[in-house]
């Protein structure tokens, strides 16, 4: 036996003595999310016991260093624990946008004190934090970001406030894009890293068409930040702040391979009923469904071999883009064929039966990926330049 042979013997045992079934049925709602954070609590003692068994083994954050609350495992060790986890379709134990951006940014950019503190806080779940970006009028255009930070000696003292920020409500800590210099657009800006708690911050929800929406405005009126709480160099946080978003856009095109349940197919048959063959009772939209998830497939399939090139340091600095522009398109085709399948049930609103409408305020939420995390207009401008080298209009 290979010592990969071993690796995944031994990660199969330990998945099946360690992830309780409950942790390996589908997400249903947003408490079957575990965020981690100072005020976070545990849905049931089968959520708190498959979170405190990986963060044990190091496999919240499995490829991350053991220094850094990590596994230290390999990239291959690593996709062989995503395929057994897959396998039995295991819940992540923790969702973080700590370990899908800004881990990522530290082990890059951070200095090793920073390493050891973040990082470890992080894979324990101890810290929630939610990313400060987007601005009233900075959005696709994000470097014409305003929020000011003004150099106070030993702190800055920052103002202004951003928009579409994800949890901030609920997050404990910020990293944030500042403005410290207004004389110089891209070298002028600072990452900033700063306790939610501080006085003068504030944040106010944001209702969607959905009905309910993670994204909040968040204000800051004369909050003082350290002067040391910062990655990378100051008025250098544009360096950091684009590698962070390939990070991002590739966790928003994971989305394009579905929840990991299997097909869309069998999972709308109930729906839809059988013919006398065992097929969906509907073949426009069995060939549609069909459709869609070989797409998916193929998808996974080009997002593992990106991670691999990532990894590797061999990837094109636009493949976070293309995958974006694919995975949301695959994702708003997935709840419409939803809609579709569910016919006048998947209209209802509000019942108990249907989840409190789960199904159309799924599909509402799904026409904001086509926005966050750059819109899809700009994602086909980057690929048009960057990957086909189309001269510009």
């Not at 810290?127 to 929020?147: A, K, N």
């Not at 405005?217 to 390939?246: C, H, M, S």
């Not at 409190?356 to 048009?384: D, H």
């Amino acid at each position: 036996m290979s010592d990969l042979e071993a690796f995944r013997a031994d990660t199969r045992a330990w998945l099946e003595e360690n992830c309780p079934p409950e942790m390996r049925e589908p997400v249903r709602d947003e408490d079957d999310v575990y965020w981690g954070g100072r005020n976070a609590s545990f849905k049931n003692d089968a959520q708190k016991a498959w979170f405190e068994a990986c963060v044990a083994k190091g496999y919240t954050v499995a490829e991350w260093p053991k220094e850094y609350g990590g596994a230290g495992l390999s990239p291959a060790e690593g996709k062989i624990l995503k395929q057994e986890m897959g396998r039995i379709k295991a819940r992540p134990p923790l969702s973080s946008f700590g370990i899908w951006m800004l881990g990522p940014a530290l082990l890059d950019f951070g200095t090793e004190e920073q390493k050891l503190k973040y990082l470890n806080e992080i894979a324990r779940g101890e810290i929630r934090w939610c990313q400060g970006y987007s601005e009233p009028g900075s959005g696709s255009d994000l470097v014409s970001l305003q929020t000011f930070g003004e150099d106070k000696g030993d702190h800055w003292v920052v103002n202004g406030s951003k928009i579409w920020t994800s949890y901030a409500d609920k997050a404990d800590w910020i990293f944030c894009l500042v403005r410290t210099d207004k004389s110089d657009k891209y070298r002028g800006i600072t990452f900033m890293l700063f306790d939610m708690a501080s006085e003068g911050v504030s944040t106010k929800p944001i209702l969607l068409i959905s009905g309910s929406s993670p994204f909040c405005e968040t204000f800051f009126d004369d909050v003082k930040v350290p002067k040391d709480q910062f990655i990378g160099e100051i008025n250098r946080g544009w360096d950091v702040a684009k590698y962070l978003l390939g990070h991002e856009r590739e966790m928003i095109s994971n989305m394009g391979g579905g929840d990991g349940s299997g097909s869309l197919g069998k999972a709308v048959k109930p729906m839809l009923g059988e013919d006398a063959m065992g097929r969906l009772d509907e073949p426009m939209l069995r060939a549609q469904l069909a459709e869609l998830d070989v797409e998916a497939l193929a998808f996974k399939a080009m997002a593992e071999r990106f991670m691999d090139e990532l990894k590797a340091r061999k990837n094109h600095p636009a493949t976070p883009n293309m995958m974006k522009y694919v995975g949301t398109e695959l994702n708003k085709r997935r709840h419409e064929l939803v809609m579709a399948a569910g016919g006048s049930e998947a209209l209802e609103w509000e019942s108990e039966a249907t989840g409190g409408g789960a199904k159309p305020r799924g599909w509402l939420r799904t026409k904001a990926n086509s926005i966050e995390g750059g819109t899809s207009e700009v994602m086909l401008n980057v690929i048009s330049k960057r990957i086909l080298e189309l001269p510009d209009a």
